[in-house]
Each structure stands twice: as structure tokens, then as C-alpha cells.
């Protein structure tokens, strides 16, 4: 019998027209890029409500990622270390949701939505803002989301003083208010926390300067959203903001020794805190013309926070976590548990303001032993991409300010229980995660590198660019 070799015909479909997928895979892009953008700034601007409309907005993104995977973009980058420690860390959360059902937590299903739904988001994220033009932008947007909130601020006190208008003045919620007392003021706002690691992030820029190569933004327009930000937090009585506003300047010098060239930014710096310390004072001034403001009224509120005759609530509530976290010290209660001695809240009783004690309780020494491993790791690559990447490392200088100084308000306050603060831990990472993918694309000696294989932590590969 003969047999004859037949070569078997090899259906693919059809290429593309070439200048067709370049214009939809730019389109793709361009609505990926400013839908993100879009929830980033609605997000700094408003952290904790209007939750139907950034919903929308993350959709659109995903249905852009969706149609641009269909198409055969290829637009979504991870770097492997990156990877990695997203899974380890969204894999403890579910651990601990679990341990959470299994004790018959009333919180544990809410907290899953903190410890791994929103971390795989902002996950996505990250991996479609990879590239270095999105991630240079996101400075200018929080100088432009400062200079929002402290309009917005300046728009409700000027109100409540009657000197601006009723049809000038705009409110985003009921809740929203400014109280005036004898020397200092409150206030309920939205936008306040968002102030919390604005208000640091924009000292920390404005000592540093790293857009000096490129010169994105005038000096002038820095120092009005500085007079604005810090004056709505000065403003709003927080305790924690205020004593960030004292440590930002520290924790800049500490991360800008970092950078190569210590010797030019030492001097910028002394100039630049000398001229942060001149907007201090007219900042004063003007909130003791206008709300008959004194600062040593506000201070001493910031010092009844450590006095425990005063402050019952949260010596309560230290006292009822630590008796709780006793009880299972190894392992935690779980996430959700409620410490039933003190509940802070009827329709959230899992929720306290003290984060850290509430962390040990929930997770106990094997929890915070776990996402204390991943902070220290975020502040130690982030080290290395100022130290080594001249195009990044000056951006992510004040952006590690605004983190460290988050995280020390957060041991008073709920900040990192809303989602719409979260991203205050994962900007740094989107930093080092296109950091490490560039890094990667020169050890291996890619002239152009796009496309590149970057592995991955189960050894397979992502197509990236850098």
C-alpha cells in the first residue's frame, strides 16, 4: 500500500489589517488609561460613598482589559516578585475570613471584601499601570486632588462663616459640616482622610521637587494646593493629620538620603523647609483672621488624644482587644470577631478605630507577623527603586512619605477598613512593580524591550514591555 505524505493544512484566522489593530488597540488603551485615572482622583476625592458610580467606572475598566485580551493586546504587566506576595497575602486574608466563619464572626464576609476582593482589584490595577507615563502622572493627580479637597473645604467654611454666598456653596453629602468652637474647629468631610496622606505627600514633594528634570507643574501651583490642603486639615481638627504634617518633613529627609545624588537635595531642602515653615504661618494667620483660630487650643486637643481620663473610648477599646487577643494569641479570633466588651458600633460591631491592636486580636502573632513581612517589603524595594531608577526613584520619594505617614494615622483611625483608602499601600507597589519589570528587561540585554517574558511565580510567562 502506497502512503502518501500530506502536509495538514494549518487554519488560522485571518490577519488583522495592521493600521485597524493599532487603532482600536490605542482606543482600548486611551479608555483604560483615563477610566483608571478617573477613579483614582473621584477615589481621593471622595473615599467612602457614591460607591455606585466607582463601581461603573471599575467595570468599564475590566470590559476595556476583557476587549483588549480579546484582541490580542497584551497590556497587563506583573512583575513575578510582585505576584507572588498579591497571592501569599490575599491567601492569609482568606485564611483568616475563614477562621473568622468558622468562630461565627457577624464581620467575616464584610472583611473579605477588604482583605482579598479589594486587594485583587487594586491588583489589576497595578498590572495595567505599569508603564512609567501612567505612574508619572499620579503625582500631578494628587496635587490636583489636594487642590479640590482644600476648595472644597475653603467653600464650606467661608460659607458657614457668611461670607460666601448660598447659591456659590456646594455640599457632596448632609453629613458634611464644619463646627466652629472657642479657639479651634471640627469637621465632617469626605475628602479629610484623603488630607491625611495628601497633606505629607505634597511636603514631601515640595523638599524633594522630582519633577524638576521635567518641570510638570509651576512652583505656584504647589504652594496654593499646599496653603489649601494643609489649611482644610488644620482646619478639620484631625489629631492624626496634624501630627503628620509634623512628621512628613522627617521621613522625607530619612528617604531622600536614599536618592544618588544626596548633596543637591540636602540644599533644595533647607530652601524648601524654610518656605514650608513661611506657609505654615500665613496658613496661621489667615484661619486666626477668619475662624478666630488659636493654635495652642488645637494643640492642646491633639494632647487630650494620650490622656486617658479623656479619651475613654479608645483606652477602652485598647483594653477589650488585648483581653480578646489573650484569649487566642497564636492564631486570632478571626476577621469580623467582635470584642464584646466594647462595641463601637451597632451596625458594625467588628469595626474599632485602634487598627493595629484590632489586627492582633483578628489575626493574631502569626497575622501580623505575615503583613508586617509584606510593609517591610514594600519600603525596602521601594529603597531600591530610589536608590537605583533616576526616572521613578525621585517620584516615589514623597509618594513613600504619604505611605508612612498613612500608616501612623492608621494605628488611631479606621483608614485602611474603607477601601477607598487602600491604594495608599498598593501606589508604592505599582512603583516598584514597573521598576522591577524595566530591571528585568536590562539583565537581559533586550535593545528594545517590548515584547519581553517576564517570569512568573509558577515558572509560566506574561508578555511585557517597559
Given at each position: 500500500m502506497k502512503v502518501i505524505n500530506q502536509t495538514v493544512p494549518d487554519y488560522r484566522p485571518l490577519n488583522r489589517?495592521?493600521?485597524?489593530?493599532?487603532?482600536?488597540?490605542?482606543?482600548?488603551?486611551?479608555?483604560?488609561?483615563?477610566?483608571?485615572?478617573?477613579?483614582?482622583?473621584?477615589?481621593?476625592?471622595?473615599?467612602?460613598?457614591?460607591?455606585?458610580?466607582?463601581?461603573?467606572?471599575?467595570?468599564?475598566?475590566?470590559?476595556?482589559?476583557?476587549?483588549?485580551?480579546?484582541?490580542?493586546?497584551?497590556?497587563?504587566?506583573?512583575?513575578?516578585?510582585?505576584?507572588?506576595?498579591?497571592?501569599?497575602?490575599?491567601?492569609?486574608?482568606?485564611?483568616?475570613?475563614?477562621?473568622?466563619?468558622?468562630?461565627?464572626?457577624?464581620?467575616?464576609?464584610?472583611?473579605?471584601?477588604?482583605?482579598?476582593?479589594?486587594?485583587?482589584?487594586?491588583?489589576?490595577?497595578?498590572?495595567?499601570?505599569?508603564?512609567?507615563?501612567?505612574?508619572?502622572?499620579?503625582?500631578?493627580?494628587?496635587?490636583?486632588?489636594?487642590?479640590?479637597?482644600?476648595?472644597?473645604?475653603?467653600?464650606?467654611?467661608?460659607?458657614?462663616?457668611?461670607?460666601?454666598?448660598?447659591?456659590?456653596?456646594?455640599?457632596?453629602?448632609?453629613?458634611?459640616?464644619?463646627?466652629?468652637?472657642?479657639?479651634?474647629?471640627?469637621?465632617?468631610?469626605?475628602?479629610?482622610?484623603?488630607?491625611?496622606?495628601?497633606?505629607?505627600?505634597?511636603?514631601?514633594?515640595?523638599?524633594?521637587?522630582?519633577?524638576?528634570?521635567?518641570?510638570?507643574?509651576?512652583?505656584?501651583?504647589?504652594?496654593?494646593?499646599?496653603?489649601?490642603?494643609?489649611?482644610?486639615?488644620?482646619?478639620?481638627?484631625?489629631?492624626?493629620?496634624?501630627?503628620?504634617?509634623?512628621?512628613?518633613?522627617?521621613?522625607?529627609?530619612?528617604?531622600?538620603?536614599?536618592?544618588?545624588?544626596?548633596?543637591?537635595?540636602?540644599?533644595?531642602?533647607?530652601?524648601?523647609?524654610?518656605?514650608?515653615?513661611?506657609?505654615?504661618?500665613?496658613i496661621l494667620i489667615a484661619l486666626v483672621a477668619v475662624t478666630n483660630f488659636r493654635l495652642t487650643d488645637q494643640l492642646l486637643q491633639i494632647a487630650a488624644g494620650f490622656d486617658s481620663s479623656q479619651e475613654t473610648l479608645r483606652f477602652d477599646q485598647f483594653s477589650a482587644l488585648l483581653d480578646g487577643w489573650l484569649r487566642s494569641p497564636i492564631w486570632g479570633n478571626g476577621l469580623g470577631s467582635v470584642a464584646e466588651a466594647v462595641i463601637r458600633s451597632e451596625n458594625r460591631p467588628w469595626e474599632y478605630e485602634l487598627q493595629y491592636s484590632l489586627l492582633l486580636f483578628h489575626t493574631g502573632i502569626i497575622g501580623v507577623c505575615a503583613y508586617a513581612t509584606g510593609v517591610i517589603w514594600i519600603f525596602l524595594r521601594a529603597r531600591e527603586v530610589i536608590r537605583n531608577d533616576p526616572l521613578l526613584g525621585p517620584q516615589l520619594v514623597p509618594v513613600l512619605v504619604g505611605t508612612a505617614c498613612f500608616l501612623v494615622a492608621n494605628a488611631t483611625n479606621p483608614y485602611l477598613q474603607a477601601y477607598g483608602h487602600l491604594w495608599t499601600l498598593f501606589l508604592p507597589i505599582a512603583f516598584v512593580n514597573s521598576y522591577l519589570l524595566r530591571r528585568k528587561a536590562r539583565n537581559l540585554n533586550d535593545p528594545i524591550p517590548e515584547p519581553l517574558s517576564i517570569a512568573t511565580s509558577t515558572g509560566a510567562s506574561l508578555t511585557a514591555h517597559a
Open positions: 489589517p495592521r493600521h485597524q489593530s493599532k487603532l482600536i488597540t490605542a482606543a482600548l488603551s486611551g479608555v483604560a488609561r483615563l477610566t483608571i485615572g478617573f477613579i483614582f482622583g473621584f477615589v481621593l476625592y471622595i473615599p467612602v460613598s457614591y460607591d455606585w458610580y466607582k463601581a461603573g467606572a471599575i467595570s468599564i475598566v475590566f470590559m476595556t482589559l476583557a476587549l483588549e485580551r480579546a484582541w490580542g493586546a497584551r497590556e497587563m504587566r506583573m512583575h513575578g516578585q510582585v505576584a507572588r506576595r498579591v497571592v501569599f497575602f490575599v491567601g492569609v486574608g482568606l485564611c483568616y475570613v475563614l477562621l473568622g466563619l468558622l468562630n461565627g464572626a457577624p464581620g467575616a464576609l464584610f472583611s473579605s471584601m477588604i482583605f482579598v476582593i479589594w486587594p485583587i482589584v487594586y491588583a489589576i490595577f497595578i498590572a495595567r499601570s505599569w508603564t512609567t507615563t501612567m505612574l508619572l502622572g499620579t503625582p500631578n493627580l494628587c496635587i490636583f486632588g489636594s487642590i479640590a479637597i482644600g476648595l472644597a473645604m475653603a467653600n464650606e467654611v467661608l460659607f458657614g462663616l457668611g461670607i460666601l454666598p448660598e447659591f456659590l456653596h456646594f455640599t457632596l453629602s448632609e453629613n458634611q459640616a464644619i463646627v466652629y468652637y472657642d479657639g479651634y474647629t471640627r469637621a465632617r468631610f469626605y475628602s479629610i482622610s484623603s488630607l491625611v496622606y495628601l497633606v505629607p505627600f505634597l511636603i514631601g514633594f515640595v523638599m524633594t521637587r522630582p519633577d524638576r528634570n521635567h518641570k510638570s507643574l509651576p512652583g505656584a501651583l504647589l504652594i496654593a494646593a499646599l496653603i489649601l490642603s494643609t489649611g482644610g486639615l488644620l482646619v478639620s481638627g484631625r489629631r492624626a493629620g496634624l501630627i503628620n504634617v509634623a512628621l512628613a518633613p522627617i521621613f522625607t529627609i530619612i528617604f531622600a538620603r536614599w536618592l544618588p545624588n544626596k548633596k543637591m537635595f540636602s540644599l533644595r531642602m533647607g530652601f524648601a523647609l524654610l518656605g514650608i515653615l513661611v506657609v505654615g504661618v500665613i
